[in-house]
């Protein structure tokens, strides 16, 4: 079974600072891969998602994400954070023949110090 | 234009009662799915209608949950008899079509919606 690991609940960085997310995937087919944000009292949004192709994409709000399969990893970064990145991130994967059933991590909350 | 919309925001029921959570997915979206996110954990996959038909009700963890999509578009999660434990924020997602091209994984995005919390005393 697919799973999805996030290393470290919390995250906080400094206004301007790198954004470094963690995630792995564990999968024996190449998976999808997606990042989603969601801020308080709103729903999931799909920040970027890697299906086939090139292996670093971009997202909204400057994100972006690097599909390494030798080490089952897909990180998402961005080089300056800003107050209003702050929000929970959730790293999902979906390899399941037809359609996407998608399994996701446990969730990072990001916290940005000005 | 819209987007996912549920209802309620909020449930707040009793142990032992029965509960509806309704899902509006995107018009034109025929693949629509039912998620739970319990506190601190990510989404679970619940069920997957495409159109009208439950194409995969693996992740109903029992028999009292069921859920229906009659005319292809609103959907309704059923939970009979709640127990403490089906306290979380059930979150819905549509996307265009849940069916890739050749058996491939669709790679159309699902769009969720803001979610129903359910809290049973």
């Known amino acids: 079974a697919q799973s999805v690991t996030q290393l470290g609940s919390h995250v906080s960085v400094s206004e301007g600072a790198l954004v470094l997310l963690r995630c792995n995937y564990s999968?024996?087919?190449?998976?999808?891969l997606f990042w989603y944000v969601q801020y308080p009292n709103q729903g999931l949004q799909l920040l970027l998602k890697?299906?086939?192709?090139?292996?670093l994409v971009k997202g909204i709000n400057g994100f972006e994400a690097e599909f390494k399969k030798s080490e089952t990893s897909f990180h998402l970064t961005k080089p300056s954070a800003h107050m209003s990145d702050a929000a929970e991130y959730f790293c999902a994967a979906s390899n399941s023949g037809g359609y996407q059933k998608v399994t996701f991590g446990t969730g990072t909350k990001l916290q940005v110090i000005p | 234009g819209a987007g996912v919309s549920q209802t309620p925001s909020n449930k707040v029921t009793e142990k032992g009662k029965y509960v509806e959570l309704r899902c509006d997915p995107i018009?034109?979206?025929?693949?629509l799915y039912w998620y739970r996110q319990s506190l601190g954990q990510g989404p679970e996959f619940l069920i997957y209608?495409?159109?009208?038909?439950?194409?995969?009700d693996s992740g109903l963890p029992n028999d009292r949950f069921f859920a229906v999509r009659p005319e292809g578009s609103v959907s309704t999660l059923k939970i009979q008899r709640t127990e403490r434990g089906d306290s979380a924020v059930y979150l819905c997602?549509?996307?265009?079509?849940?069916?890739?091209?050749?058996?491939?994984?669709?790679?159309?995005?699902?769009?969720f919606g803001p979610g129903t919390r359910l809290t049973v005393l």
């Open positions: 997602a549509s996307s265009l079509s849940g069916i890739g091209l050749a058996g491939a994984i669709s790679t159309d995005t699902q769009y």
């Open positions: 018009s034109g979206h025929t693949a």
């Open positions: 999968s024996s087919v190449p998976p999808y």
């Open positions: 890697y299906t086939t192709g090139a292996t």
């Open positions: 209608f495409q159109g009208t038909g439950a194409a995969d």
